[in-house]
Nanobody, 123 residues
Framework: QVQLVESGGGLVQTGASLRLSCAASGRTLSSSGMAWFRQAPGKEREFVSAIYWSGEDTYYADAVKGRFTIFRHRGANMMYLQINSLKPEDSAVYYC????????????????WGQGTQVTVSS
């Protein structure tokens, strides 16, 4: 199986930038899709961005397009989410996920999850 460990969250002000990291270990990720989801208190888990590990295509939720960038460093088994122009509505626990989903936006299709990293954006 795959183990995922996130880092990089924090408390920042509106307009700030963060880079979230997801370190993967265990089973090879050569055939895995990877994604970021987020969940705010009282809300459903929300798709943020996805990337296919062995390819280059990326996908973004409408709410983050133009501000968030997903990328990976295959040699280091790392995935990242560069977050720019943060808004208070971006505040959530951000989760790294891996698997082979039929629908990259569906959190139920992912097999492995990290522990989450908290992003809090103050106005």
């Amino acid at each position: 199986q795959v183990q995922l460990v996130e880092s990089g969250g924090g408390l920042v002000q509106t307009g700030a930038s963060l880079r979230l990291s997801c370190a993967a270990s265990g089973r090879t990720l050569s055939s895995s899709g990877m994604a970021w989801f987020r969940q705010a208190p009282g809300k459903e888990r929300e798709f943020v961005s996805a990337i296919y590990w062995s390819g280059e295509d990326t996908y973004y939720a409408d709410a983050v397009k133009g501000r968030f960038t997903i990328f990976r460093h295959r040699g280091a088994n790392m995935m990242y989410l560069q977050i720019n122009s943060l808004k208070p509505e971006d505040s959530a626990v951000y989760y790294c996920a891996a698997g082979g989903p039929n629908d990259y936006k569906d959190y139920g299709g992912y097999d492995y999850w990290g522990q989450g990293t908290q992003v809090t954006v103050s106005s």
